[in-house]
């Protein structure tokens, strides 16, 4: 343990030596402390006229006329040279200096401090835990997903006869742990019940800290100027932007500008602006309105900005030896304000007195006054507290391992030993308990990973607002010499709750316990009974209360509450003897490191004396040693609660699940996959304990009810692997629809697990493993049902039935409909040529968007005059009542959506992504409303045009009158066309099984088959047209933004063509 007190004036002398006298004409890239004064020596040199304690130069062995000739194998023959060069040299690292003392040549080291030119880098923000690697980026997991993959253990289901083990539990996204593997803790935890993890300082990690000795660097210019500190300088620079009421990107620019930039008499805009507000924010009132005043200009600005500062004499004294003349008197006022404002905010009184004995002794003109001024208006000190608001920053700073090995002489060596007790090295036990402890030191040496939590301190702090920093600066050490200290982590209290029959353990959320011990607490201890330290209680305290928090961003703090539920089972089990077979798990290495880096962290206290005068120390240590320990009795932070009864809530989630599993399993065989998809992830979340049967009334949905599933694992685990093959087979289906067959005997075959599940409980493990394996057997004949309602496509009729017209009708009909698909044949092909385009070939894609346009017209004509030969037969009661359907569904749907948002979610990530997904739908489903109402009117009165006796005549004139309507009409179809084509889901209320076929709007009683399938091709191509032309006019800006379009375009005249094709075979 070093401690080296450093007085803030001894910082500001070494500061402003460096600062140089004059203005550089070119911005230096560094500002070096040297810590001399220096002469001429007749051109021979740089004689040494001063040499300040605890400078660069006073550790390089420099005195008092010693001549300097050259520095790294630069000469320097006079002072000017000197100055000229000084700032040229890198910064705390070894340079050769020759000097000539008393008449002697030798070699001296030495390391300049200095600053930088700042910049504004993004700050590292994770904690690194050597030998695990770092858990991936949360996504949001879906609740089929968090079956597996959970983070949070709710319940354990044992079966005593068995021996055999399941856990349900979820997944909390608060904490970025990964999945969990709470059965292989398990495992490890029954062989080793008690078990302790200490990280441990190795030999060489001792004796580098007692033999190690600091550079005296001041603290300022360590974390400002050091290359291996940029991550300090990163935080500093945020802390001292925020003192300051100003943005990091701010203080930097005037920070630069201070230090850096060439000056100008007036500075820039923006320079200005930053100032003016620094003055304000940091209590300097006066100096603010000064500044603001004299850089407005004039010599009246400069004398009302002097008697701001109550120097209104010295205003007219200058304006009097200038006979008068405010022109004369402008130049000697500004510098005059300039002087004063230094004064005003604190600048050393050696500084100003100098530059304004060169103003008066005419050494120096006043603009140079003025600018050299300028690069003292960086105030550090509050005129608020009088405190410096550098090093008030720098205590919230702990200087990390690379940065205290930079401050060393010699370099730190060792590292720290990983020792495990009553504990498999190579477990995942072991491996969450050493992520803990390693986790522990963050408190530490990353205390700005915890700043926004209420309470958070540095060790600088903590000190300070304890009151164990000695008041005394003649005796830099810590109050009552507390030495080191131990840090451990423990459990508090483990609440399990039991089943009568051992059955089901509940958990809930286990407390920790976050301890330490001090020398002074383990001599105190050997003669009294309680061994726990007084003088950090406060600072374990703020990670007990805001536990989550500290989880949240050390996810380790987590893992380690979780294994606490692992450990206290594991001593449960064996207290009350009951079996568990975990013979068959394989459980995962891990290739633990025998050491890893030691901990050095190092930090600047900057505290108040007992004479009022503020002051700094550095103190360097190796990181706090201490664990995570489990060896307490169970007694001690275990409670053990009996259930009321056997009947525990793991029956109502597994029945709860069981009916959302089949209830899914039945949606997917109707064709009904987004219902499917819904109801599989509301069955994995009643699994999961994160829906009830009470929620499925807000989300209006109906489990009927059913007999009680049995609770045992092989329940549990079969449960999670059927709602995951039910989810398998509904994506199997969506994405791939030719897979319809394979995926139906699946859907039959879990549709009958379910059933017998119910039935015979004790076959649940066969089937498990019949799941597991593939191997389950095919369903059981069902018996003839009656017959379905009719195909919804073409392709599915064996029959039109009586079509009731003459032949050359039908033939002429047929002819038009096989003109029609071949024109679809045609764009399919084109289509898909023109995706095979690039840009490059222009001429050909316009040569093929004009044909595909060509021939969609010519096949909408075509069964346009099918469809007009047929519309005359339209019931009009019939078109309206299904409308009035549509309408209703669509409203029926909205409020379904809208009662959705009221229900409650297991965590507020889950329940925003639900809102969020509600309101799309909410919003999609009234688009669709309104355009369906927008196309109703002009729709009616065409089929009435339709109806007449010379509709041929009558629909000329309809259109001619009619033009608004008809585009009305157009827009709105094509609207209708968009939105199912981007959202299938829609078809559902819209009444169609699919955009091209299905169940038409069009498909009343009255049309016939002929008609319905007529105007469903007339709807079709006619939303493909519609669809089209505007992806031309798209085309022209990118051809590869509409491929995607394009592709969807031509399955679907495809389609189509098959569709007609399947009418003509039909029609003979």
């Not at 990670?543 to 949240?552: G, M, Q, S, T, W």
């Not at 109402?933 to 009616?940: G, L, N, R, V």
């Not at 109806?947 to 827009?971: C, F, H, P, Q, V």
Request: aromatic letters at 8%.
């Amino acid at each position: 343990m070093h401690r080296i007190w450093l007085t803030i004036g001894i910082i500001i002398v070494l500061f402003l030596t460096t600062a140089g006298n004059a203005v550089a004409e070119k911005p230096p890239k560094a500002m070096s402390s040297w810590g001399i004064i220096i002469g001429d020596a007749g051109g021979q040199g740089v004689v040494l006229i001063g040499v300040n304690n605890n400078s660069p130069a006073s550790t390089a062995g420099l005195k008092i006329q010693d001549i300097l000739l050259s520095i790294n194998g630069v000469p320097v023959h006079s002072a000017a040279e000197f100055r000229a060069v000084k700032n040229d040299f890198p910064l705390y690292t070894p340079l050769k200096l020759v000097v000539r003392r008393n008449g002697t040549l030798i070699e001296r080291q030495i390391r300049l401090s200095g600053i930088i030119p700042l910049e504004v880098k993004p700050i590292k923000s994770e904690f690194i835990i050597p030998g695990v690697p770092p858990s991936p980026t949360p996504g949001e997991l879906s609740a089929i997903e968090a079956l597996d993959q959970i983070n949070v253990l709710d319940q354990i289901v044992l079966d005593p006869g068995t021996g055999k083990i399941a856990v349900l539990g979820h997944y909390d996204t608060r904490f970025n742990t990964g999945p969990i593997p709470y059965l292989d803790m398990l495992k490890t935890a029954m062989l080793y019940p008690k078990p302790k993890f200490n990280l441990n300082h190795s030999p060489e990690v001792k004796k580098s800290e007692e033999e190690s000795e600091v550079w005296r660097w001041p603290a300022n210019e360590f974390i400002l100027g050091h290359p291996a500190l940029e991550q300090e300088r990163q935080l500093l620079i945020r802390l001292w932007a925020k003192a300051c009421g100003l943005s990091p990107e701010e203080l930097v620019r005037l920070y630069d500008y201070v230090h850096f930039d060439s000056k100008q008499v007036v500075p820039p805009s923006d320079v200005q602006t930053i100032q003016s507000r620094i003055l304000k924010n940091l209590g300097f009132t006066e100096a603010a309105k000064a500044y603001d005043l004299i850089n407005q200009g004039s010599t009246d600005n400069a004398i009302k900005a002097l008697q701001v500062l109550g120097r209104g004499t010295e205003a007219q004294a200058i304006l009097s030896r200038s006979g008068g003349d405010p022109s004369k008197a402008q130049g000697a006022m500004t510098a005059a304000v300039y002087l004063a404002i230094l004064e005003n905010i604190r600048a050393p009184e050696a500084i100003v007195a100098n530059l304004r004995a060169g103003l008066d002794q005419d050494r120096s003109t006043w603009q140079e006054v003025v600018m050299k001024a300028q690069g003292r208006m960086l105030p550090t000190i509050s005129n608020i507290d009088k405190r410096d608001i550098v090093m008030l920053a720098i205590n919230k700073i702990l200087i990390s391992s690379k940065g205290t090995s930079a401050i060393m002489k010699n370099p730190l060596e060792g590292e720290v030993v990983l020792d495990p007790i009553n504990l498999d090295r190579t477990s995942q036990l072991t491996r969450i308990l050493y992520e803990a402890d390693y986790s522990l030191k963050s408190l530490v040496v990353m205390p700005q990973l915890y700043w926004h939590i209420p309470g958070s301190m540095s060790q600088p702090e903590y000190y300070i607002h304890k009151g164990l920093i000695d008041k005394n600066p003649s005796k830099p050490d810590l109050t009552n010499h507390i030495g080191s200290t131990d840090f451990w982590i423990e459990p508090k209290l483990v609440a399990m709750t039991v089943s009568p029959d051992h059955r089901v353990v509940s958990f809930g959320l286990p407390q920790m316990d976050f301890k330490s011990i001090t020398s002074l607490d383990k001599e105190y201890a050997k003669g009294h009974s309680d061994d726990v330290s007084n003088y950090y209680n406060e600072w374990c305290a703020v990670l007990i209360n805001h536990y989550d928090e500290y989880a949240r961003i050390t996810p380790a703090f987590h893992k380690v509450r979780e294994a606490a539920k692992i450990i206290a089972l594991a001593n449960w089990l064996i207290t009350n003897k009951v079996p568990v077979d975990l013979s068959g798990l394989r459980q995962e290495k891990w290739d633990a490191p025998q050491r890893v880096p030691g901990f050095w962290k190092s930090s600047f206290i900057y505290a108040q004396a007992e004479d009022g005068t503020y002051a700094s120390f550095i103190s360097d240590k190796a990181s706090f040693s201490g664990g995570v320990v489990f060896t307490k009795p169970m007694s001690n932070w275990t409670k053990v609660t009996p259930a009321p009864q056997t009947e525990t809530a793991v029956l109502s989630q597994l029945t709860l699940s069981a009916g959302l599993g089949q209830k899914a399993v039945l949606a997917a065989q109707a064709g009904n996959l987004e219902d499917a998809r819904y109801l599989a992830e509301l069955s994995a979340q009643a699994m999961s304990g994160r829906l009830a049967q009470g929620d499925l009334a807000k989300l209006k949905i109906s489990v009927p009810e059913a007999k009680p599933i049995p609770v045992s694992p092989a329940n549990v685990q079969l449960q999670k692997e059927m709602i995951k093959k039910t989810y398998q087979q509904i994506t199997v289906l969506k994405q791939n629809p030719a897979s319809a067959q394979t995926a139906t005997v699946a859907l039959n075959q879990l549709s009958n697990l379910y059933d017998q599940v119910r039935d015979k409980p004790a076959a649940a493990s066969d089937y498990l493993i019949q799941l597991q394996t593939g191997k389950l057997p095919p369903p059981p004949a069902v018996k003839a049902t009656a017959a379905r309602t009719p195909a919804e496509t073409i392709c599915g009729e064996s029959s039109l039935g009586d079509l009731g017209m003459p032949a050359e009708r039908l033939e002429y009909l047929t002819r038009r409909m096989k003109d029609a698909q071949d024109r679809l044949k045609h764009i399919n092909e084109a289509l898909r040529k023109l995706i095979a385009l690039n840009m490059a070939q222009q001429a050909e894609i316009d040569k093929l968007t004009a044909e595909i346009t060509e021939e969609y017209n010519k096949a909408w004509d075509r069964v346009g005059d099918v469809v007009i030969d047929l519309l005359k037969d339209v019931s009009m009661d019939a078109f309206e009542a299904v409308h009035a359907k549509r309408i209703k569904d669509l409203d029926d749907a909205i409020s379904g959506k809208i009662a959705a948002k009221t229900a409650t979610w297991y965590n507020e990530a889950a329940q925003k992504a639900m809102e969020k997904s509600l309101d799309d739908d909410i919003k999609l489903l009234q688009s669709a409303k309104f355009h369906l109402e927008e196309a109703y009117e002009p729709t009616k009165n065409l089929i009435a045009v339709f109806k007449g006796a010379n509709y041929y005549k009558n629909i000329d004139e309809w259109m001619a009158k009619n033009k608004d309507s008809m585009e009305r009409l157009k827009t709105s179809w094509s609207l209708l066309g968009n939105l199912a084509l981007e959202h299938p889901a829609l078809e559902k209320w819209l009444g169609k099984k699919s955009f091209f076929y299905g169940n038409r709007l069009w498909q009343v009683a009255a049309m016939g088959r002929m008609a319905y399938y007529a105007w469903g091709f007339f709807e079709d191509i006619a939303g493909q047209l519609l669809i089209w032309r505007p992806m031309v006019n798209r085309m022209q800006n990118s051809l590869k933004d509409n491929i995607q379009g394009m592709e969807r375009l031509r399955e679907r005249a495809a389609q189509t063509s098959q569709e007609i094709d399947c009418l003509e075979k039909l029609l003979h």
